[in-house]
């Protein structure tokens, strides 16, 4: 266990990845075993919801940013008001 001491991000980084691609593949070996009742056509497709949150954040993230840029201040806006005061 001394390399993982030394080595903690390297192991973490390859462990998540493997548990990633175990449960990419048992999702879909549990999709073609079961039969599903879905609601909508667009859920058949392997990993949709997957694929549908990466996108979902990005879509946020570019959003918060958008919104950033109008509310963003000056670094000194708190001290021109108290220097302004003296």
Known sequence: MNWLRRYPKKFLLRAYFVVLFMSLILGLIWLYTHTLHYHFPFQYIPEFFAIFGFFGCIVLILIVKGIGFFIVVDEDYYQ???????
């Open 80 to 86: 021109k008001k108290t220097r302004s005061k003296k």
